[in-house]
């Protein structure tokens, strides 16, 4: 398929290397997340999900390669105000109200008398985005999971980043409440033209997204979108096409394994 967007890629990682403790948790990987749309990393647990999102963010040591976030080296301080990023853990204090969390959060990143009344608009189009105006006011820890989920999401949008990117955001919350958060995922990339990468283990999740990472211990078993990975291994899912590429990279790897034990 000819790729008709010429903007530079959000994300670029050429040989990507990294290293936690005495393992390679990533191993050389490849690939672009292409500005202003969703790409979805997905693999079992333990593959490197948030390894990867973490050395994008900036906060992981012993990377190596390249790895290039909005055209400056990942980890670059002017990067900081340009991404936001959501951890599995949501980063929320239950005896703050939300919006108490969020003026605490702004106060940091928009620090200055002189620049109150911006955080306040601020806060308040946070609030509004992640559809919490009529919480506003309540204790964070009188909020259910998802509630608490956005208040999390709330604090990454505050300075309106560029990239956003979110660690498994949309575990453990009832379908419902994950549909709803894919719906604001969505609005979020087409009225801003933001760019949103997003980790799960829910395969059924990938359907929503514009692109895929496919991961599996370490390394990228496919970087596509979903429906080119269900033409190309003829399967009817995202979830049965990733097996295949699993049998398959299986396959073509038993050898190689053998060989370098
Ligand atoms: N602090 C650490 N020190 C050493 N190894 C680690 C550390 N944290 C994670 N690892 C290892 O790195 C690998 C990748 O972990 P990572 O958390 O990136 O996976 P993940 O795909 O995000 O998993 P999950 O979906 O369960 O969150 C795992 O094998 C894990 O055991």
Redesign the pocket.
């Known amino acids: 398929m000819m790729n008709y967007n010429l903007d530079p890629p959000a994300v670029r990682a050429q040989t990507l290397t990294v290293a936690?403790?005495p393992?390679t948790?990533l191993r050389s990987l490849d690939f672009t997340v292409p500005p202003g749309q969703i790409t979805g990393l997905l693999?079992?647990?333990?593959?490197?999900?948030?390894?990867?999102?973490?050395a994008i963010v900036g906060t992981q040591a012993k990377v190596t390669g390249t790895l290039e976030v909005l055209g400056l080296p990942a980890g670059a301080a002017p990067l900081r105000s340009r991404i936001g990023y959501v951890t599995?853990a949501p980063s929320v204090y239950d005896d703050l109200t939300v919006r108490q969390n969020l003026d605490y959060f702004a106060a940091i990143l928009d620090p200055g008398h002189a620049a109150a009344e911006r955080r306040r608009a601020n806060v308040t189009r946070a609030i509004a985005d992640v559809d919490l105006t009529s919480h506003a006011d309540a204790l964070a820890g009188n909020l259910s999971g998802g509630q608490r989920s956005r208040v999390s999401l709330a604090v990454a949008l505050l300075g309106t980043p560029e990239l956003l990117v979110l660690?498994?955001p949309t575990v453990g919350l009832d379908p419902v409440l994950r549909r709803d958060l894919w719906t604001l995922f969505h609005t979020i990339a087409a009225d801003r033209g933001a760019t949103l990468l997003i980790?799960s283990?829910v395969m059924d999740e990938a359907e929503r997204c514009h692109r895929l990472l496919l991961?599996r211990e370490?390394t990228l078993l496919a970087d596509d979108t979903p429906d080119a990975l269900r033409t190309r291994t003829g399967a009817e899912t995202v979830e049965a096409a990733f097996l295949h590429l699993v049998d398959e990279a299986a396959a073509a790897g038993a050898p190689e394994k053998e060989r370098t034990r």
């Open positions: 936690r403790g393992r948790v693999g079992p647990s333990g593959c490197g999900k948030s390894t990867l999102m973490r599995q660690d498994e980790s283990h991961m370490g």
